[in-house]
Protein backbone atom coordinates (compact mmCIF):
# COMPACT_ATOMS: atom_id res chain seq x y z
CA UNK A 1 0.00 0.00 0.00
CA UNK A 2 1.40 3.31 -0.97
CA UNK A 3 2.11 5.87 1.30
CA UNK A 4 2.06 9.47 0.33
CA UNK A 5 2.50 12.89 1.37
CA UNK A 6 -0.64 14.59 1.28
CA UNK A 7 -0.05 16.98 -1.04
CA UNK A 8 1.14 14.51 -3.46
CA UNK A 9 -2.44 12.69 -2.60
CA UNK A 10 -4.00 15.35 -3.58
CA UNK A 11 -2.51 15.70 -6.86
CA UNK A 12 -3.02 12.06 -7.48
CA UNK A 13 -6.67 12.59 -6.70
CA UNK A 14 -6.95 15.47 -8.47
CA UNK A 15 -5.77 13.88 -11.65
CA UNK A 16 -7.95 11.24 -11.83
CA UNK A 17 -10.99 13.43 -11.92
CA UNK A 18 -9.12 15.43 -14.59
CA UNK A 19 -8.91 12.15 -16.84
CA UNK A 20 -12.39 11.69 -16.35
CA UNK A 21 -13.86 14.97 -17.79
CA UNK A 22 -13.64 17.14 -14.87
CA UNK A 23 -11.86 20.55 -14.81
CA UNK A 24 -8.90 21.27 -12.95
CA UNK A 25 -10.55 23.63 -10.13
CA UNK A 26 -13.36 21.12 -9.84
CA UNK A 27 -11.13 18.50 -9.30
CA UNK A 28 -8.84 19.99 -7.12
CA UNK A 29 -11.95 20.89 -4.79
CA UNK A 30 -12.77 17.20 -4.63
CA UNK A 31 -9.47 15.84 -4.34
CA UNK A 32 -8.97 17.87 -1.13
CA UNK A 33 -12.43 17.13 0.33
CA UNK A 34 -11.19 13.44 -0.19
CA UNK A 35 -7.66 13.16 0.88
CA UNK A 36 -8.82 15.58 3.76
CA UNK A 37 -11.77 12.94 4.99
CA UNK A 38 -9.06 9.78 4.66
CA UNK A 39 -6.59 11.96 6.60
CA UNK A 40 -9.00 11.87 9.37
CA UNK A 41 -10.15 8.53 9.26
CA UNK A 42 -13.75 9.48 7.60
CA UNK A 43 -13.07 6.80 4.78
CA UNK A 44 -16.41 6.21 4.17
CA UNK A 45 -16.38 9.77 3.00
CA UNK A 46 -12.73 9.28 1.73
CA UNK A 47 -10.83 7.74 -1.05
CA UNK A 48 -13.50 4.70 -1.07
CA UNK A 49 -15.91 7.77 -2.81
CA UNK A 50 -13.72 7.86 -6.13
CA UNK A 51 -15.49 4.63 -8.04
CA UNK A 52 -18.92 6.40 -7.41
CA UNK A 53 -18.11 9.80 -8.11
CA UNK A 54 -16.64 8.46 -11.39
CA UNK A 55 -19.70 6.83 -12.18
CA UNK A 56 -21.82 9.67 -12.19
CA UNK A 57 -18.97 11.84 -13.69
CA UNK A 58 -18.73 10.00 -16.88
CA UNK A 59 -22.53 9.47 -17.19
CA UNK A 60 -23.41 12.97 -16.72
CA UNK A 61 -24.84 12.85 -13.20
CA UNK A 62 -22.50 15.24 -11.92
CA UNK A 63 -21.30 18.38 -14.46
CA UNK A 64 -17.69 17.92 -13.70
CA UNK A 65 -17.58 21.45 -15.35
CA UNK A 66 -19.68 23.22 -13.47
CA UNK A 67 -19.11 26.62 -12.39
CA UNK A 68 -21.12 27.46 -9.22
CA UNK A 69 -23.13 30.67 -8.68
CA UNK A 70 -23.94 32.86 -5.71
CA UNK A 71 -26.61 35.72 -5.06
CA UNK A 72 -27.00 37.70 -2.42
CA UNK A 73 -30.70 37.97 -2.10
CA UNK A 74 -30.57 39.84 1.25
CA UNK A 75 -28.16 41.53 3.59
CA UNK A 76 -27.25 38.05 5.55
CA UNK A 77 -28.62 35.74 2.69
CA UNK A 78 -26.67 33.82 -0.32
CA UNK A 79 -28.28 32.11 -2.85
CA UNK A 80 -25.82 29.68 -4.23
CA UNK A 81 -26.49 27.08 -7.43
CA UNK A 82 -24.22 24.16 -7.83
CA UNK A 83 -25.10 23.79 -10.99
CA UNK A 84 -25.62 20.24 -10.88
CA UNK A 85 -21.94 20.03 -10.51
CA UNK A 86 -20.30 18.70 -7.53
CA UNK A 87 -21.09 20.14 -3.57
CA UNK A 88 -17.63 20.73 -3.24
CA UNK A 89 -17.16 23.55 -5.02
CA UNK A 90 -20.26 25.26 -4.59
CA UNK A 91 -19.36 24.73 -0.45
CA UNK A 92 -16.42 26.57 -1.54
CA UNK A 93 -18.09 29.34 -2.83
CA UNK A 94 -20.15 29.79 0.08
CA UNK A 95 -17.31 29.81 2.47
CA UNK A 96 -15.32 32.15 0.48
CA UNK A 97 -18.28 34.64 0.36
CA UNK A 98 -19.97 34.17 4.32
CA UNK A 99 -17.43 35.78 6.58
CA UNK A 100 -17.52 39.31 4.75
CA UNK A 101 -21.27 39.15 5.21
CA UNK A 102 -21.48 37.53 8.39
CA UNK A 103 -19.17 40.28 9.90
CA UNK A 104 -21.76 42.96 8.70
CA UNK A 105 -24.67 41.14 9.89
CA UNK A 106 -23.90 38.83 12.77
CA UNK A 107 -25.86 35.98 11.48
CA UNK A 108 -25.62 34.86 7.60
CA UNK A 109 -26.92 32.04 5.76
CA UNK A 110 -25.69 30.10 1.90
CA UNK A 111 -28.24 28.06 0.88
CA UNK A 112 -27.24 25.99 -1.61
CA UNK A 113 -29.46 24.25 -4.14
CA UNK A 114 -28.62 21.83 -7.37
CA UNK A 115 -26.08 20.31 -5.37
CA UNK A 116 -25.19 16.58 -4.57
CA UNK A 117 -23.17 15.13 -1.70
CA UNK A 118 -21.27 16.98 0.33
CA UNK A 119 -18.65 14.98 2.14
CA UNK A 120 -17.33 15.31 5.48
CA UNK A 121 -19.34 18.48 6.82
CA UNK A 122 -17.46 19.12 9.75
CA UNK A 123 -14.72 20.23 7.51
CA UNK A 124 -16.46 22.66 6.00
CA UNK A 125 -17.68 23.89 9.30
CA UNK A 126 -14.03 24.25 10.66
CA UNK A 127 -13.17 26.31 7.80
CA UNK A 128 -15.50 29.39 9.38
CA UNK A 129 -14.43 28.11 12.97
CA UNK A 130 -10.50 28.73 12.08
CA UNK A 131 -11.92 32.14 11.08
CA UNK A 132 -13.64 33.03 14.58
CA UNK A 133 -17.17 32.26 13.17
CA UNK A 134 -19.44 29.63 15.04
CA UNK A 135 -20.91 27.26 11.93
CA UNK A 136 -23.57 24.67 11.28
CA UNK A 137 -24.38 22.66 8.26
CA UNK A 138 -27.54 21.33 7.20
CA UNK A 139 -27.46 18.68 4.25
CA UNK A 140 -30.21 16.33 3.02
CA UNK A 141 -29.25 13.10 1.23
CA UNK A 142 -31.53 10.55 -0.98
CA UNK A 143 -34.11 8.56 1.04
CA UNK A 144 -32.49 6.09 3.64
CA UNK A 145 -34.50 6.24 7.21
CA UNK A 146 -38.69 5.93 7.85
CA UNK A 147 -40.83 8.50 9.57
CA UNK A 148 -41.43 7.33 13.18
CA UNK A 149 -44.34 4.15 12.81
CA UNK A 150 -43.14 3.94 9.37
CA UNK A 151 -41.96 1.69 6.90
CA UNK A 152 -40.97 3.63 4.06
CA UNK A 153 -37.53 6.00 3.64
CA UNK A 154 -38.31 9.80 3.51
CA UNK A 155 -35.52 11.33 5.12
CA UNK A 156 -32.24 10.75 4.05
CA UNK A 157 -29.32 10.27 6.58
CA UNK A 158 -29.57 13.87 6.63
CA UNK A 159 -26.08 15.36 8.67
CA UNK A 160 -25.76 18.20 10.65
CA UNK A 161 -22.07 20.02 11.42
CA UNK A 162 -21.27 22.08 13.70
CA UNK A 163 -18.27 24.33 14.75
CA UNK A 164 -17.04 27.09 16.87
CA UNK A 165 -13.54 28.65 18.11
CA UNK A 166 -12.05 27.61 20.66
CA UNK A 167 -9.22 30.08 21.97
CA UNK A 168 -5.73 29.10 21.53
CA UNK A 169 -6.82 25.35 20.55
CA UNK A 170 -8.31 23.89 17.33
CA UNK A 171 -11.95 23.93 16.89
CA UNK A 172 -14.42 22.30 18.44
CA UNK A 173 -16.23 20.05 15.59
CA UNK A 174 -19.31 17.83 15.83
CA UNK A 175 -20.08 15.87 12.60
CA UNK A 176 -22.83 13.49 12.33
CA UNK A 177 -25.59 11.69 10.61
CA UNK A 178 -29.14 11.35 11.49
CA UNK A 179 -29.27 7.23 11.18
CA UNK A 180 -27.15 5.28 13.57
CA UNK A 181 -23.90 5.04 11.15
CA UNK A 182 -23.32 6.99 8.18
CA UNK A 183 -24.17 5.59 4.91
CA UNK A 184 -20.52 5.70 3.61
CA UNK A 185 -19.59 3.40 6.69
CA UNK A 186 -21.82 0.97 4.76
CA UNK A 187 -21.24 1.67 1.63
CA UNK A 188 -17.12 1.32 2.81
CA UNK A 189 -18.44 -2.08 4.27
CA UNK A 190 -20.08 -3.49 0.70
CA UNK A 191 -17.10 -2.08 -1.41
CA UNK A 192 -14.70 -4.58 1.22
CA UNK A 193 -16.85 -7.57 1.23
CA UNK A 194 -17.06 -6.82 5.37
CA UNK A 195 -20.48 -7.40 7.01
CA UNK A 196 -21.64 -4.35 9.37
CA UNK A 197 -22.52 -4.63 13.22
CA UNK A 198 -26.26 -5.20 14.04
CA UNK A 199 -28.39 -1.83 14.79
CA UNK A 200 -27.02 -0.60 11.65
CA UNK A 201 -29.57 -0.77 9.23
CA UNK A 202 -32.86 -2.78 8.29
CA UNK A 203 -33.31 -5.00 4.75
CA UNK A 204 -36.05 -4.05 2.38
CA UNK A 205 -38.40 -6.27 4.53
CA UNK A 206 -38.00 -4.22 7.31
CA UNK A 207 -35.64 -6.81 9.43
CA UNK A 208 -32.03 -6.21 10.97
CA UNK A 209 -29.20 -7.18 9.08
CA UNK A 210 -25.56 -7.33 9.02
CA UNK A 211 -25.34 -7.55 5.36
CA UNK A 212 -23.68 -4.17 3.91
CA UNK A 213 -25.21 -4.72 0.50
CA UNK A 214 -28.92 -5.77 2.16
CA UNK A 215 -28.83 -2.34 4.33
CA UNK A 216 -27.70 -0.12 1.13
CA UNK A 217 -31.57 -1.76 -0.64
CA UNK A 218 -33.41 -1.18 2.83
CA UNK A 219 -33.06 1.66 5.44
CA UNK A 220 -30.81 3.22 7.91
CA UNK A 221 -31.54 2.86 11.67
CA UNK A 222 -32.27 6.40 12.73
CA UNK A 223 -29.67 7.92 15.49
CA UNK A 224 -31.66 8.30 18.47
CA UNK A 225 -35.35 6.11 17.83
CA UNK A 226 -38.02 8.40 16.88
CA UNK A 227 -35.94 11.29 18.27
CA UNK A 228 -34.06 10.74 15.12
CA UNK A 229 -36.91 10.91 12.70
CA UNK A 230 -37.70 14.16 14.04
CA UNK A 231 -34.46 15.93 13.80
CA UNK A 232 -33.90 14.29 10.32
CA UNK A 233 -37.45 16.16 9.19
CA UNK A 234 -35.86 19.60 10.15
CA UNK A 235 -32.84 19.01 8.19
CA UNK A 236 -35.07 18.28 5.14
CA UNK A 237 -36.87 21.77 6.22
CA UNK A 238 -33.85 23.61 6.32
CA UNK A 239 -31.60 21.91 3.44
CA UNK A 240 -34.30 20.76 0.84
CA UNK A 241 -37.78 22.88 1.16
CA UNK A 242 -35.52 26.61 2.19
CA UNK A 243 -33.17 25.74 -0.65
CA UNK A 244 -35.70 25.39 -3.33
CA UNK A 245 -34.08 21.88 -3.85
CA UNK A 246 -35.14 18.62 -4.11
CA UNK A 247 -36.63 16.23 -1.09
CA UNK A 248 -34.46 12.93 -0.14
CA UNK A 249 -37.58 11.21 -1.52
CA UNK A 250 -36.95 12.86 -5.30
CA UNK A 251 -33.72 13.04 -4.91
CA UNK A 252 -31.50 10.34 -6.96
CA UNK A 253 -28.63 7.88 -5.31
CA UNK A 254 -25.55 9.13 -4.68
CA UNK A 255 -23.96 5.78 -4.98
CA UNK A 256 -24.68 5.03 -8.74
CA UNK A 257 -24.93 6.22 -11.92
CA UNK A 258 -28.10 5.60 -12.82
CA UNK A 259 -30.78 8.75 -13.08
CA UNK A 260 -30.67 12.64 -13.33
CA UNK A 261 -28.42 14.55 -10.80
CA UNK A 262 -29.74 13.84 -7.07
CA UNK A 263 -30.59 18.06 -6.98
CA UNK A 264 -30.10 17.66 -2.70
CA UNK A 265 -29.77 20.81 -0.99
CA UNK A 266 -27.42 22.03 2.06
CA UNK A 267 -27.61 25.59 4.03
CA UNK A 268 -25.05 27.03 6.30
CA UNK A 269 -25.69 29.32 8.89
CA UNK A 270 -22.48 31.13 10.34
CA UNK A 271 -22.66 33.19 13.23
CA UNK A 272 -20.07 36.09 14.21
CA UNK A 273 -19.80 36.02 18.21
CA UNK A 274 -18.66 39.40 18.53
CA UNK A 275 -21.87 40.45 16.79
CA UNK A 276 -23.73 40.51 20.29
CA UNK A 277 -22.71 43.01 22.30
CA UNK A 278 -19.97 41.34 24.85
CA UNK A 279 -16.41 40.13 24.48
CA UNK A 280 -17.00 36.89 26.61
CA UNK A 281 -17.16 34.37 23.66
CA UNK A 282 -13.85 32.76 24.61
CA UNK A 283 -13.33 33.02 27.97
CA UNK A 284 -17.02 30.91 28.32
CA UNK A 285 -16.07 28.63 26.28
CA UNK A 286 -12.36 27.88 27.60
CA UNK A 287 -14.67 27.28 31.12
CA UNK A 288 -16.78 25.03 29.23
CA UNK A 289 -13.78 23.07 27.66
CA UNK A 290 -12.29 22.88 30.92
CA UNK A 291 -15.06 21.55 32.55
CA UNK A 292 -15.70 18.47 30.16
CA UNK A 293 -11.65 17.73 30.35
CA UNK A 294 -11.37 18.33 34.35
CA UNK A 295 -13.82 14.82 34.14
CA UNK A 296 -11.62 11.71 33.33
CA UNK A 297 -12.36 9.67 30.28
CA UNK A 298 -14.54 12.70 28.41
CA UNK A 299 -13.12 14.58 25.66
CA UNK A 300 -13.94 17.54 23.47
CA UNK A 301 -15.12 16.16 20.07
CA UNK A 302 -12.67 15.06 17.49
CA UNK A 303 -9.83 14.64 19.39
CA UNK A 304 -9.34 10.93 17.74
CA UNK A 305 -10.12 12.80 14.27
CA UNK A 306 -7.10 15.57 15.06
CA UNK A 307 -4.68 12.76 16.21
CA UNK A 308 -4.84 11.03 13.06
CA UNK A 309 -4.93 13.81 10.73
CA UNK A 310 -1.60 14.82 12.74
CA UNK A 311 -0.16 11.63 12.45
CA UNK A 312 -0.73 11.61 8.47
CA UNK A 313 0.25 15.30 8.35
CA UNK A 314 4.14 13.61 9.68
CA UNK A 315 3.97 10.31 8.13
CA UNK A 316 1.80 10.25 5.17
CA UNK A 317 -1.39 9.00 3.68
CA UNK A 318 -1.65 5.14 3.00
CA UNK A 319 -3.45 4.78 -0.74
CA UNK A 320 -5.00 1.48 -1.27
CA UNK A 321 -3.15 -0.39 -3.52
CA UNK A 322 -6.22 -1.32 -5.76
CA UNK A 323 -6.70 2.30 -6.05
CA UNK A 324 -3.27 3.05 -7.55
CA UNK A 325 -3.50 0.26 -10.07
CA UNK A 326 -6.83 1.17 -11.25
CA UNK A 327 -6.45 5.05 -11.48
CA UNK A 328 -2.56 5.31 -11.56
CA UNK A 329 0.16 6.22 -12.28
CA UNK A 330 1.04 7.98 -8.92
CA UNK A 331 2.64 11.41 -9.79
Not at 202 to 224: E, Q, V
Not at 288 to 316: M, S
Request: include cysteine; charged fraction near 15%.
Amino acid sequence: MPILPLDTARTFVASIFTRHGASEQVARSVATALVGAEADGLKGHGLSRIPTYLGMLTSGKIDGKAVPTATRVRAATLMIDAMDGFAYPAVDLALAELPAIVRETGIAAAAITRSNHAGALGHHVERLADQGLIALFFANTPEAIAPAGGTKAVYGTNPIAFACPLPGRPAVVVDLALSTVARGNIVAANQKGEAIPEGWALDSDGNPTTDAAKALKGTMAPLGGAKGTTLALMVEVLAAALTGAHLSIEASSFLDEKGPPPGTGQTILAIDPAGFGHGHFGARMTALAGAIEAQAGARLPGQRRLALRTKVAKDGLNVPQDLVDRYGPLP
